[in-house]
Nanobody, 125 residues
Framework: QVQLVESGGGLVQAGDSLRLSCAAS????????MGWFRQAPGKEREFVAA?????????AYADLVKDRFTISRDNAKNTIYLKMNSLKPEDTAVYYC?????????????????WGQGTQVTVSS
């Protein structure tokens, strides 16, 4: 079974950048769609970004982050990344890495089978 472990969260100031990493274990990684979701206090978990395909060229972003965040993957390292630029206090949340066996790129939380434990991102104003 695929195991996902996030890292890279922390406390930053508004306008700063941060890169999250998600290390995946399992042979399904290369063919799976991977995604980032986030959940702020008192709010529902929401879609952030997703990536699929061997080259990682198939990507999707939530409107709130598409101009600032970049998702990428390194197949050799079985790792996906979320580069976050121009962070805002509204980005404060626990960020979760997710994965699914199918390569089809989707935004729905329920479509993702595997989940990491999350990493906290806090952006101060």
């Amino acid at each position: 079974q695929v195991q996902l472990v996030e890292s890279g969260g922390g406390l930053v100031q508004a306008g700063d950048s941060l890169r999250l990493s998600c290390a995946a274990s399992g042979r399904t990684f290369s063919a799976a769609a991977m995604g980032w979701f986030r959940q702020a206090p008192g709010k529902e978990r929401e879609f952030v970004a997703a990536i699929s395909g061997w080259s990682g060229s198939n990507t999707a972003y939530a409107d709130l982050v598409k101009d600032r965040f970049t998702i990428s993957r390194d197949n050799a390292k079985n790792t996906i990344y979320l580069k976050m630029n121009s962070l805002k206090p509204e980005d404060t949340a626990v960020y979760y890495c997710s994965g699914r066996r199918q390569e089809l790129l989707v935004r729905e939380e329920k479509a993702y089978e595997y989940w990491g434990q999350g990493t906290q991102v806090t952006v101060s104003s």
